[in-house]
Each structure stands twice: as structure tokens, then as C-alpha cells.
């Protein structure tokens, strides 16, 4: 399955891509759709399609500016240019950029689903040729590339005469000159144990990372992989390696076998230091241990009491190391209003799959909210016997009980209460950005031109950055959480008013009424039809 992403600032072009193909039975997936090249590529930054169909011609960011971003920082997407006849000298120029394949308007279902299946296989060749191990193993041996290795290797380790750095580094084709630098370092392992699944994963990115010029990588043992990242400022620096950091997650673990765990050294402005930032990234590595789950820790985060794995009983740690393995704990960690409602109703969609015995399934479900908030507030240094004793009562439970109304009255109170406890509580880094950037969400979701950039700017961290801790934290993409943020409200909408579909559609932020019906349908199983029939 190929995943594929559609940008066109004309509404029945998206809708006649969306609709007019058979998507499942193709082959191919649809993974969303933008109507300018500057949303776009916030949105492609979360969603990572195979295949990006985008129009030439656009307001704000055009096609061409849009392939060439691609190029640069998603190097694996394959771009099919729409174009209309006389926008040829544009063609040319995305042709130049190294396009798959270029359509003129107007084209027909057949004639966009064989530039779909050419650029397919394209993708097959490509993935077979990145994951010829041979070919890696051959590279590796070749003079030029273990001078390199050795050279980069020596540098990082703080075993290169500074005084010959570089002219040596000239000799072998490295430009190391720069005012900023940063060491990553990322581990590549297989669950299993699978040593071909590894070096599978080894070998596409030794040949994804040939292709960065703002990195200098190579492999130390046979997992692990170390890139020298240059910045001309250190904005430069952080976003060029937290894409790259991304990109390694994507392209490695396109195996599920896979798993990496990236570290980021602290920024050095000297190549002389660049051991510093080195020691920094493997020091965090090995803090790691054998853990299996893929993510991204920088170094600079860390200097700021944001470890991660920290078992600080401290309750202004500022990351909460929950580990009870209880799915209603980690989602209290940073739920927010607009998720109240939402566990509200999953709630009573249980309740309802059991008609007649409302009143069990309501004291199990409103019993194991408050088993999760008591562990929530323990966490963070509390006693509920002490702060909110009348929920731990028989008789808290016997009232909730009684009906629907009272159910979710209940419910609410006691997420609300765990809500206002866990918010004056958090302070730190990665707290304070996750509420503030669900805060931000929660006003302006309603916003068209509310992205992973907008949200970024508020809580004033690069897009990359923030979009990498945003899904480690909330066990979610940022595109997700605002769709889901967006469909709640329409939700909340088709029952509370008499507002036309359409009208819900642009109250949460859809530009376009027949993608929301889309959207809302894949998420729910329901049109928007039949999800207000169904109150």
C-alpha cells in the first residue's frame, strides 16, 4: 500500500482525485490533501506520504516551491506534477527538480491511477536497489569511504590533530566549515533480533544520508549511525536535525522489525568540541538502554530536567514518568478540554452497547476513572484521601449511577478536577508546551490556517521540534489530534444544534464541506448524516 497526498487550490480537482479513484481496491491509500503548498508542507511534515500529487500553479507556495521543499527534507517522496497547458516553463523547471511524472489538466481517473502505478514501481525499484546489502558492504570496504569513516570517527571522538583538519577534510570532499554544529546519533535495532531485517534498515539510510548537505554521516559499528550536522545559525541547526531525525524514524522503521532510538548532542561552535556534543549523544544512548520504543532525545532538553525515562519522584519534573501501562493514565497526562467530552462519550458508546445494565457498566467505568486520576495525583505529589476525598465514597458512585445526566455530570467533575490538579502542578519544558500547544488548539481549531507552523510559532519552538515531541508525548501525530479536535466539535455541533453540515464543516475549521464528510466518515464510520440521525 502507497500512501498519497494531494495539493490543488481548486476544490472539485481535490474532490475529483478523493472521490473518482477506488483507493482501497488501487493499492494505494489517501493520506490527505491541502489547497495551498504552504499547508502542505507543515502537513506532509506529519504525514510522510509515499507519493505527492501537487498543481503547479498556487497561491502563496506554489507547486515548484513546494517539490523543491520536498526534495530537500523528504527526499523518499515521489512528486506527479499537475499542470495546466500553459504553464509548460513551470513543468520544465519541476522536471529539472527530478519529478516521477507530470499530467496535463484535465486528466481522467485511468490516466492519474497509471502515473500512480508507474510511480509505484518506481518506489519498489528504488527500495530494492537502497536495500541491496551487498552494495552497502562493498561501499563500506572501498578506500575512499573508510578514509572517510576514519577521519569523521577520529573527529568526533577527539582523536584528530585539529591542525591538519582542514585541509584533510579537503582532500576527501568534506566541507566541515561552519558556525554551528550538532552530533546525532541513532541506534538501529530489530526486535527480534533479526540481523538481515537490520542491515536492511542500515543500508537505506547510509544511502538517504549520502544525500544531506547539512550532515557529514557515517556508521560506528554496524547499528549505529553518526551525523556531524553544521548550521549557520543555531535556528538553522536545530530545524535541519530534528527533520533529519524524523526522517531516520520513517526510513528505518519502515520494517516494523525496527525500532531507533536518535540522540541529540548540545550544540559546539568550534569543529575542535565537536567530541563535546559526541559524548553528550552517546551519554544519552546509553541512558537508554535496550529500549525498544522509536523516539527522538535531545541533549539541550535534558540539560533542563526533561529526561524522559527520569524516575524523579519530583512533581515538577515536568515530563510525568508514568508507567502504570494504563491507557486512561497516559491519556489524563495531556488531555485537555476538548477531551473531557470525548471520553464522556466514549464512555456512554459502552454503556449503550449494553443496554440494561447501565448501572454496572457506569460504576466500573466511573471506578476506573478515579483508580487512574488517584494515580495521576499521586504522581504528581498529591493524596486524593486528602484533595478530593467525596470521589473515593460509596455514595459518589451510587449518585453518578442513576442516569445519563448525572453519569456524565460526574464524570466531568472529576476529569475537570484531574485537569486543574495536573495543570498547576506541571511546570517544565515538555509540560508547558503540550498544554499550551492543546490550549492554543482548543481556541483556534476553528481556524483554517491553524498548522503544526501556527501551533509551533505559540509555543516558540521550530515545527520540527515540536512536532517530535508532540507525538512522543501524546502518542499521537499533531494533524491527528487537530482533525480529532475538529471532529469532536462537529460532533458536538450535530447533536447540541440545527446548523447545516456544511456550515458545522467551516465552524471546525474544514475548508471544504465534501472532504469533512470524508474525514468524518473514515474516523467514525458514520456520514455526518448519520451520525445526527443516530441522537
Same mark, same amino acid.
Given at each position: ?6 495539493? /490543488? ?115 519498489? @525499484? ?118 533529519? +531525525? ?98 464522556? /462519550? ?15 457498566? +457506569? ?11 488517584? @494515580? ?29 445526566? /448525572? ?19 506541571? =511546570? ?18 476553528? /481556524?483554517?490556517? =491553524? ?85
Amino acid at each position: 500500500m502507497y500512501s498519497v497526498f494531494v495539493v /490543488d487550490d481548486e476544490p472539485i480537482v481535490l474532490e475529483g482525485i478523493r472521490s473518482k479513484i477506488d483507493w482501497e481496491s488501487s493499492g494505494f491509500a489517501f493520506a490527505g490533501e491541502a489547497t495551498d503548498g504552504e499547508i502542505a508542507l507543515s502537513m506532509l511534515h506529519e504525514v510522510k506520504p509515499d507519493i505527492l500529487i501537487t498543481d503547479i500553479k498556487m497561491p502563496f507556495m506554489d507547486g515548484l516551491q513546494l517539490a523543491q521543499a520536498v526534495k530537500r527534507i523528504q527526499p523518499w517522496i515521489k512528486i506527479i506534477i499537475l499542470s495546466g497547458h500553459d504553464e509548460f516553463d513551470y513543468a520544465k523547471k519541476a522536471i529539472s527538480i527530478g519529478i516521477e511524472d507530470y499530467l496535463l489538466k484535465p486528466f481522467t481517473p485511468d490516466e492519474l491511477l497509471k502515473s500512480l502505478q508507474k510511480t509505484a514501481v518506481q518506489i519498489d @525499484k528504488e527500495r530494492k536497489q537502497l536495500s541491496d546489502i551487498s552494495r552497502l558492504k562493498e561501499e563500506l570496504k572501498s578506500t575512499e569511504a573508510l578514509k572517510k569513516k576514519e577521519f569523521l570517527n577520529n573527529l568526533v571522538h577527539g582523536s584528530e590533530d585539529m591542525s591538519d583538519v582542514m585541509q584533510e577534510s579537503q582532500e576527501l570532499g568534506l566541507n566541515l566549515i561552519s558556525r554551528f554544529y550538532k552530533v546525532l546519533i541513532s541506534r538501529i535495532k530489530s526486535r527480534t533480533d533479526n540481523i538481515h531485517n537490520q542491515e536492511e534498515a542500515c543500508s537505506l539510510l547510509n544511502s538517504y544520508s549520502a544525500s544531506w548537505e547539512q550532515a557529514e554521516c557515517f556508521f560506528h559499528h554496524s547499528n549505529l549511525l553518526v551525523c556531524i550536522f553544521k548550521g549557520s545559525t543555531r535556528e538553522e541547526l536545530d530545524e535541519s536535525i530534528f527533520h533529519a +531525525a524524523e526522517a531516520i524514524a520513517h526510513i528505518a522503521t519502515k520494517n516494523d522489525d525496527c525500532t531507533v532510538l536518535t540522540t541529540i548532542g548540545k550544540t559546539v561552535e568550534h569543529l575542535s568540541q565537536l567530541n563535546l556534543s559526541y559524548e553528550d549523544a552517546k551519554k544519552i544512548l546509553e541512558m537508554g538502554g535496550k529500549e525498544e520504543k522509536n523516539r527522538i532525545i535531545s541533549s539541550e532538553d535534558l540539560e533542563e530536567g526533561l529526561n524522559p525515562d527520569s524516575n524523579a519522584n519530583s512533581s515538577a519534573t515536568g515530563i510525568l514518568d508514568l508507567k502504570e501501562n494504563d491507557p486512561l493514565v497516559e491519556r489524563l497526562k495531556y488531555a485537555g478540554k476538548n477531551d473531557i467530552s470525548a471520553i464522556i /462519550d466514549e464512555s456512554m458508546e459502552l454503556i449503550k452497547n449494553n443496554p440494561g445494565q447501565f448501572s454496572v457498566f +457506569a460504576s466500573y467505568l466511573l471506578v476506573d476513572l478515579i483508580f487512574a486520576v488517584s @494515580k495521576l495525583v499521586e504522581k504528581l505529589g498529591g493524596d486524593i484521601k486528602k484533595l478530593k476525598p467525596e470521589i473515593l465514597q460509596r455514595k459518589f458512585i451510587d449518585d453518578a449511577v442513576g442516569d445519563e445526566k /448525572d453519569f456524565r455530570k460526574k464524570v466531568e467533575q472529576v476529569l475537570s478536577f484531574a485537569l486543574e490538579y495536573r495543570d498547576s502542578k506541571m =511546570t517544565g519544558k515538555y509540560g508547558d508546551v503540550i498544554l499550551k500547544a492543546k490550549r492554543y488548539i482548543e481556541e483556534h481549531y476553528a /481556524d483554517q490556517n =491553524t498548522t503544526l507552523t501556527t501551533v509551533a510559532e505559540a509555543v516558540a519552538l521550530s515545527p520540527n521540534h515540536f512536532s517530535t515531541i508532540f507525538s512522543q508525548e501524546c502518542k499521537t501525530t499533531f494533524i491527528e489530534y487537530l482533525t480529532n479536535v475538529r471532529l469532536e466539535n462537529a460532533k458536538r455541533l450535530m447533536r447540541e444544534t440545527e446548523m447545516k453540515g456544511y456550515d458545522i464543516a467551516y465552524e471546525c475549521g474544514f475548508s471544504d464541506p465534501h472532504y469533512f464528510s470524508y474525514i468524518f466518515k473514515k474516523n467514525t464510520g458514520l456520514s455526518p448524516r448519520e451520525y445526527r440521525l443516530s441522537f
